[in-house]
């Protein structure tokens, strides 16, 4: 069993940034790909990025592509989202995710209870 809990979420305004962290314990973290979603009010949840177990080789989605930065620190069990010229359309909740696999759907099998960012314009 892998147990995720995520920080860093809170209220930006447009162009600013934020930091998220994920924290896992548990099984082995660092034989886990990790990956973060989001959910905004009304939509279903999304990928926006993923970081392999192998080599850290990153994955993102268009819409965040050159704002947003997955990494992981294994010693500190611990995977970042650094997220730069935020927009208001990317306010949504936010969730971090754990599988063996790298995969753009839900189909990951650990998930955070996920924390809230909210861009103001």
């Known amino acids: 069993q892998v147990q995720l809990v995520e920080s860093g979420g809170g209220l930006v305004q447009a162009g600013g940034s934020l930091r998220l962290s994920c924290v896992a314990s548990g099984r082995t973290f660092s034989t886990y790909a990790k990956g973060w979603f989001r959910q905004a009010p009304g939509k279903e949840r999304e990928f926006v990025a993923a970081?392999?177990?192998?080599?850290?080789?990153?994955y993102y989605a268009d819409s965040v592509k050159g704002r947003f930065t997955i990494s992981r620190d294994n010693a500190k069990n611990t995977v970042y989202l650094q997220m730069n010229s935020l927009k208001p359309e990317d306010t949504a909740v936010y969730y971090c995710a754990a599988d063996r696999r790298i995969s753009y759907d839900n189909n990951w099998q650990f998930w955070g209870q996920g924390t809230q960012v909210t861009v103001s314009s």
């Open positions: 970081i392999g177990w192998i080599g850290g080789t990153t």
